[in-house]
DNA sequence: CCTGTCATGTTTATGGCGTACACAGGGTGT
DNA sequence: ACACCCTGTGTACGCCATAAACATGACAGG
């Protein structure tokens, strides 16, 4: 059935796109292999997730498998989508702040429960139906903000990826804790040879004795933050040099427009002079 | 030499920050091991760095290289360290957006350079000098902004995994386009499996036909603009919410706010000078 | 000069991985 | 009754990291 496939990949696009039409018989089958991947991914990481440890969980050989999946990586692209299907419908009103920042969560969520997704490398994976389904309310969480098609696009992927970077730190954090057997935390701890040099560097010497890294910020909170700030400023960049009736920069209020001469950008004197020192004050 | 001390995260200290007292040897070196890997891995990526083709590039046996390192792992750490080095000193003047830009351009380099430095995984990556520098030259750029000691850190790195985010993306699709000769967009473009079932997705559909995937944006460029313009905001954010009942930098006392006139951002004249020294000195 | 020590390189072996290939048995269509 | 195919099996290949024992040559001290 899949025997010979291994490097057909429109071959792994039937596979993700299948139609449910799956047979209920009582030996080995996709679904239940897909399934005993992401039990073994959980608990194990990517990297732990070999064909034999999956046969092995299923109680056949390692050879059985390949007559349902083409091979391993294919495998992973089913997990993927196989997982993507529990994210809950993020709402689909609201304004593309709240919508994109709730899609981000949700991938959040899902990266927490599934770690191994993070880890996930190459780029030529296929997405499927749920994955797609995934894709396209973020887009369209976006797609209405005055932004050209190949920016939101860009938005898009930009969180994404943040997502994925963040979750693999973590990843790689709690995978290096189970294979050790040590926490985090002890084994930086006891990197002394390392700290003993650091005292040449003067700021992060600074940093760490204002208590920078006792407690740091939450890495997700923190970048998702800067990132839907960035983003803001963008589309709203973009609306004020649409049209006149623009908003004020400084405050968000609409500024009203005289009949005549040069278009005002800020609602009043005093959010002009706040813009200026902001400019002045060395930034954007 | 290295011998027995594959789980010692001290003696990879001791390698990474050894003096450079190399003996030129006519034989094998840690130096001319690091080499090797650095020009394996820059022609076939993370996953083609073996030891055994490092050895064979050397000519001497697999085992050989383990008189001098400890492991695979330890290698690549010598090897990112190494690669470090060849970044150029960033300038320590201007304002933070400036710098903070010029060391995210100088790591995009790095990452161009030697595109395995984004497929380096794992959260016990010991660093080595020239690695402490470039996080001390990114610190610095941001530790006079006003940000508690934790956002500074918290920048950084968010500023750096991008960095190796994007780079990411790159790495993957030049790697999948060595091993099956295959161009990214060609193997895409033949997927007309996937694309038969897109027209569901009326988003997705709705960019494809306005373009937006035909000239996509520069990932990097878009992202860093992004970014920096997210940090930006909270730096102003903070300065703004100093003008009210702020605090001094400087002393962390609270500040006096005149009824009129331009506010202020130190307690006191000789917090301001402390200050502008600070500044004046180097970023330190 | 002999000899013990140490740095260095080699040989061999273990256990893991993905998967190609030839084969076996049982159910189904003709 | 027969052929065929779907499914599962066994064996084997080539790759990987690295542990352990062994060989060699330089060099220091007696």
New binding site residues.
């Given amino acids: ?7 057909d990949p429109d071959h792994a696009v039937e596979l993700l796109w299948r139609e449910g039409g799956a ?1 209920p ?5 996709l679904d239940r292999i897909v399934r005993a991947g992401v039990a073994l991914a959980d608990a194990e990481g990517l990297a ?8 092995e969980r299923l ?17 992973i692209d089913l997990m993927c989508d196989e997982v993507a299907a529990e994210a809950g419908a993020a709402p689909e009103e609201g304004d593309w702040r709240t919508r994109l920042e709730a899609c981000a969560r949700e991938g959040w969520e899902l990266r927490r429960r599934h770690p191994w997704l993070a880890e996930v490398r190459g780029g030529r994976h296929i997405p499927g139906p749920h994955a797609i389904a995934r894709y396209e309310r973020m887009l369209s969480a976006v797609v209405d903000t005055g932004l050209t098609p190949a920016e939101v696009i860009a938005v898009v992927g930009l969180v994404g990826r943040f997502l994925d970077s963040e979750a693999l730190l973590l990843v790689e954090a709690a995978e290096a804790e189970r294979r050790s057997g040590v926490s985090h935390e002890e084994w930086w701890g006891g990197r002394d040879a390392l700290f003993e040099r650091l005292p040449a560097y003067p700021t992060i010497t600074r940093l760490w004795e204002e208590g920078g890294f006792d407690d740091p910020e939450d890495p997700f909170e923190f970048g998702l933050a800067r990132l839907l700030d960035g983003i803001s400023l963008m589309i709203h960049e973009r609306y004020e040099s649409r049209d006149e009736t623009g908003v004020c920069t400084v405050c968000g209020t609409p500024v009203d427009q005289p009949a005549s001469g040069r278009p005002r950008a800020y609602c009043s004197p005093s959010c002009r002079q706040r813009a200026y020192r902001r400019r002045r004050s060395g930034g954007a």
């Fill in positions: 059935m899949a025997r010979g496939r291994a490097g047979r018989r009582q030996g080995l089958s732990g997730l070999s064909m034999r440890k999956v046969a109680g056949f050989t390692t050879m059985s498998l390949y007559r349902h999946v083409p091979g391993r990586d294919q495998l």
